[in-house]
């Protein structure tokens, strides 16, 4: 008798080997034929960025490597996250022990974060008259992905007869209160509390500003993963300001001599304050020099690498209307440079301003993956093992159906109780950002091009995945996840791997080159199920799962508000058009389609929608015959009252699955003209709502909408039987569940013990 030991939960069949050396062949034939037409029409419509990107990671990765230093990780720490044991405290200082600038010298003595219990970060949060702010700032830290967090208060004196005793009023976990009666200057508190700080890094918050949730998290995993010493990211003004700075990404000595290129909440190690002798006050008003600028070029000078996050601004300064209290009516940029210049002139030597240029272009990964000294489950819920913990990789969030779909999925789940933890591995310039859907239910949403180069992808992947201990991974599209899959699996073999694809068109080639690394897959319309079949997937790791819609969301009547905008009359028939502007949705056909039946003065055309293909859309909107009907409303914040005014809902896809506009347009009451494309036919073959057209083909749409608006007594039917079809769909809270039922059923397939086969 032979025992083998079989984690795969399906064989391959007997001749399927060359079944499959085929389809692969002819797939990635396909994807390379789509990848050129696609690149072909995003230089055409100026969206470079894009093409640049996919060369970047097609050709330079083996350049990048050379130019990587690999160092090896410290051994692993026993670092938890703080609990109650360290209460809220008010201490109040000793003046008498004061050293320079009124506040306690560096002690050299700050390594209490090696030991248990002890946090990795300390917030240091000054507060001089701005009592009536400093709650936001707390909460801003309390709300971090990152954990373990101390945070310290200075109360530094206050004059306005309120903040002493919001301040002293603070309490929680893991928060100290520092009050001192003498009056003391933003450099001297900052010191206070960095004394008494137990962190391995410090970030300074000033009381009136906040910082996003992700930030503190991120500045971690550059401070550990590539060595860097220093972390700030760019600014977003608030209050009596808008918009925004950018910051260098790594200033070295020389950048330091020209200006401030690190934001006062930069996170720094505090061995490195307790290096350069912490943080030097002057003065107020025309006697004050920016003690930051001055800090952070010392430790520059120190030898200090700076890493700043400049494609997201994660820090919000907010702007009073009269100046901030330290530095109204103070000096010159020009005069605080040569100020700051003059004092530390030892420092600035030609050997250390070379030195620091080469330090700043070195890349560093430490390895292995993941072995960051964060502690485990940042949401704090190690006390609920039952909790599910869900990855989602995708390849942009941008305006679109699939974002909608995954972020009413997501958002269900979340309320559930699941944790949920999203990332996007696509730059996205210049479309529009539909982020806010998913972080309306979860902090944990990273869009790596925002902050990472692409040669860092890799190591935050795996640094999440160590970190958060997923339960499953479900991937929507992204070729970067795709690539890492044969590693993950072989490093966290307990992680179920979900392939989610809603065409057999998009990413069937990517979902063949890592075929052996995925537990389960997932199709949104039969046709997607059927390709599954045929490359040898049982139907036990099979789900279809076709998207909901909930008709009662949905009128059936003429939003008011629409109407009035359009000026329509009630004998106007509306023909609309409401998605993402890509290129597989064809919205040009859409635009033409107006222009050829601009005779037709009972039909009126309005269009809604984002995307890469915006502008080529104006472009060709502007060459149409000034008679054509044509209304183009671009992004809007709400696209149901415009689905509701449709009488005739038109998609003109080349490329689809089983879209949500179409099924949202159905619950509307509206008659759908749609290319015979994907999942479309499936969704109106039982029903009388529908006609469908070759895709590309603009004369089968012409004589499609024209015979609609020719035959108003068919046209009613049809939309009477739009939403009896749509009333007889899954609801979404039934789509949701299925998705639910199939991550679980993906989880217990990959968790169950080793089958046996005995012989």
């Not at 003046?95 to 700050?110: I, L, M, S, V």
């Not at 704090?380 to 909790?387: E, I």
């Not at 008011?560 to 359009?566: A, F, G, H, M, T």
């Not at 209304?631 to 089983?658: E, K, Q, W």
């Amino acid at each position: 008798m032979a025992l083998t030991l079989q984690r795969k939960p399906y064989l391959l069949r007997a001749g399927h080997q060359v079944e499959r050396g085929i389809s692969v062949f002819r797939a990635r034939i396909k994807r390379f034929r789509n990848l050129f037409v696609l690149a072909l029409r995003l230089l055409a419509s100026g969206q470079y960025h894009m093409v640049l990107a996919a060369m970047r990671r097609r050709f330079l990765p083996a350049w990048l490597a050379s130019r990587i230093e690999y160092v090896s990780a410290e051994p692993p720490r026993e670092i938890e996250c703080l609990g109650p044991a360290v209460g809220s405290e008010v201490e109040y200082l000793d003046h008498a022990a004061e050293g320079r600038n009124g506040a306690a010298e560096p002690t050299g003595k700050n390594n209490t974060s090696l030991l248990r219990g002890a946090p990795l970060v300390s917030v240091v949060i000054p507060c001089f008259n701005y009592g009536r702010f400093i709650q936001a700032a707390v909460d801003s830290v309390k709300g971090q992905t990152l954990k373990s967090v101390e945070i310290i208060i200075v109360e530094g004196g206050s004059t306005d007869g309120e903040t002493p005793a919001i301040v002293s009023a603070i309490k929680g976990p893991n928060i100290r209160v520092i009050m001192q009666e003498q009056q003391t200057l933003v450099g001297a508190n900052r010191n206070t509390g960095i004394a008494l700080a137990r962190g391995r890094y410090v970030c300074c918050l000033d009381a009136d500003d906040t910082i996003e949730p992700t930030y503190l998290e991120k500045a971690l995993y550059f401070l550990e993963a590539h060595c860097y010493d220093i972390v700030s990211t760019g600014i977003r003004f608030s209050g009596q300001k808008s918009g925004t700075i950018d910051v260098l990404e790594n200033p070295n000595l020389r950048d330091m001599t020209d200006g401030n290129h690190v934001t006062t909440c930069a996170v720094f190690r505090t061995t490195l304050w307790e290096k350069v002798g912490g943080f030097f006050d002057t003065g107020k008003g025309e006697d004050h020099v920016a003690e930051d600028w001055d800090f952070w070029l010392r430790c520059v000078a120190a030898g200090a690498r700076v890493r700043n996050i400049t494609g997201e601004h994660l820090f919000n300064y907010m702007i009073h209307p009269h100046g901030s209290l330290s530095s109204t009516d103070v000096r010159s940029i020009a005069e605080q440079r040569r100020s700051i210049l003059e004092r530390n002139r030892d420092l600035l030597t030609q050997e250390r301003l070379q030195d620091s240029s080469k330090q700043a272009r070195r890349r560093i990964v430490k390895t292995p993956y993941g072995a960051l000294p964060i502690p485990a489950s940042p949401n704090g819920n190690l006390s609920s093992p039952t909790t599910r913990r869900l990855l989602v990789a995708v390849p942009f969030l941008i305006v679109g159906g699939a974002e909608r779909l995954l972020s009413t999925v997501l958002g269900y789940l979340a309320r559930l109780g699941w944790q949920i933890t999203i990332v996007s591995t696509l730059p996205q310039k210049g479309l529009d950002d539909a982020s806010s859907w998913f972080t309306a239910f979860t902090d944990e949403v990273y869009m790596l091009p925002r902050f990472l180069h692409e040669w860092e992808f890799q190591s935050f992947l795996h640094y999440l995945v160590a970190n958060r201990g997923f339960d499953a991974a479900l991937v929507a599209g992204s070729r970067v996840f795709y690539e890492l899959i044969p590693d993950l699996r072989l490093r966290y073999p307990q992680l179920a791997i979900i392939d989610l694809l809603f065409n057999t068109s998009g990413h069937t080639a990517s979902h063949l080159d890592f075929k052996q690394g995925f537990d389960f897959v997932i199709g949104e319309n039969p046709e997607v199920i059927a390709w599954f079949k045929g490359q040898g997937w049982p139907s036990s790791c099979i789900r279809l799962i076709e998207s909901g819609v909930d008709v009662n969301r949905f009128e059936t009547t003429r939003s008011p508000e629409v109407e009035k905008r359009l000026s329509l009359s009630k004998d106007d028939i509306v023909v609309g058009f409401s998605g993402r502007l890509s290129d597989e949705k064809a919205p040009e056909v859409f635009v033409q389609l107006a222009g050829a039946l601009r005779d037709q003065e009972h039909l009126r055309f309005v269009m809604t929608g984002a995307g890469p293909e915006k502008d080529r859309v104006e472009t060709i909107i502007g060459k149409l015959p000034v008679e054509t009907r044509l209304d183009f409303l671009g992004m809007v914040d709400n696209p149901m009252p415009y689905f509701a005014t449709y009488d005739i809902f038109v998609l003109p896809s080349r490329l689809d699955g089983r879209p949500i506009a179409l099924l949202e347009a159905l619950a509307s009451g509206c008659a759908v003209v749609a290319s015979n494309v994907g999942g479309i036919p499936a969704v109106l073959e039982h029903t009388q709502a529908g006609v469908l057209c070759r895709p590309d083909n603009l004369d089968d749409f012409v004589n499609a909408v024209r015979a609609l608006g020719d035959d108003r007594q068919r046209l009613k039917r049809m939309k009477a039987s739009a939403r009896e079809s749509a009333a007889r769909m899954l609801s979404e809270v039934e789509m949701c569940e299925n998705y639910r039922a199939a991550i679980e059923a993906a989880i217990r397939i990959r968790t169950a013990p080793p089958e046996i086969e005995t012989s």
